[in-house]
């Protein structure tokens, strides 16, 4: 397939997607370039791409965050810019010294980011149980508020 069949597949593709789906294929593709990254520590422009480009997504997120039109609930957004600021620190620490578990910690931020938009607002919600109780349940400690 050509370049250009390429291109324009991606596009269409990215224009049927929510924005959730395609905040979560940009968090998924960043921790696929750092993990890449983290195996080849000694090609620095390869490493430090990756930690650019995964800079310039969290960027484009501290911007949105703050947007005036940006309908979060405050807690939300101060919580993402709090880790916003992480990672921040954690791309700095990355850039100035070549280690593993600096990237480490990136991708794991933005692989669980990513999984988190990919589920469904309905599915994350946690039901109450409505099982009666067992003999097991006798066993446990009572934790309820």
Wanted: aromatic share 4%; charged share 25%; hydrophobic share 40%.
């Amino acid at each position: 397939m050509s370049q250009d069949k390429l291109q324009a597949y991606a596009q269409i593709q990215k224009s049927s997607m929510s924005s959730r789906e395609i905040e979560a294929m940009a968090f998924t593709k960043a921790a696929l370039m750092l993990d890449e990254a983290a195996q080849s520590l000694d090609d620095y422009d390869s490493y430090a791409s990756a930690l650019k480009f995964n800079q310039l997504l969290w960027t484009i997120i501290q911007a949105d965050i703050v947007d005036k039109e940006n309908q979060l609930p405050p807690q939300i957004k101060a919580n993402i810019l709090s880790l916003s600021i992480f990672v921040d620190r954690q791309t700095i620490k990355g850039l100035a010294e070549r280690k593993k578990e600096h990237v480490d910690v990136l991708i794991g931020i933005n692989k669980n980011l990513a999984e988190g938009l990919m589920t469904r607002p309905e599915e994350a919600q946690v039901e109450p149980s409505t099982s009666t109780s067992t003999a097991d349940d006798a066993a446990r400690p009572d934790i309820s508020v």
